[in-house]
């Protein structure tokens, strides 16, 4: 899942920020779905390398996934934003999440470590 992150990486379309992040995601079929991050000129429709894995997959009929993955090139592991934790938490549940930089950092968090006491559909009945 690195690897298909940091390849999804190579793809990035980052002009303004110059930031390129990569992200994959694992459906429970075994299929990979890969994402990066697209910027705009309209800067406020910019969407996140995560987001673009999650909506592919979900796009092409994934309904159940395993684990995401996220890789940037900082010395801290980059971690998702508050809106990619949101949506990956409704699509992909309490999966684990991969993070790695360039320079072999690692870490695996659970979703629910990142966005608890999440506010969900569990709420709207
Ligand atoms: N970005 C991601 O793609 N994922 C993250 O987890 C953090 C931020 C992107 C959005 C924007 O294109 C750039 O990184 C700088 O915020």
């Known amino acids: ?17 110059k930031f390129k992040v990569g992200a994959a995601v694992l459906a429970s079929t075994g299929e990979i779905f890969e994402g ?14 995560e987001r673009v894995a999650i909506f592919k997959a979900v796009s092409e009929g994934a309904d159940a996934f395993e684990a995401i993955a996220v890789v940037a ?7 998702p934003c508050g809106a990619c934790r949101q949506v990956i938490w409704e699509n992909c549940g309490n999966v684990y999440v991969h993070l790695a930089n360039l320079h072999g950092l690692r870490e695996v968090i659970e979703m629910k470590e ?12």
């Open 73 to 79: 090139d900082t010395d801290k592991l980059t971690t």
């Open 1 to 17: 899942m690195i690897a298909a992150a940091l390849a999804a990486r190579e793809k990035a379309s980052a002009p303004y920020s």
């Open 114 to 125: 990142l966005l608890p006491m999440a506010f969900d559909d569990s709420f709207l009945d």
């Open 36 to 49: 990066c991050n697209i910027e705009s000129s309209s800067y406020g429709l910019t969407i996140c390398a």
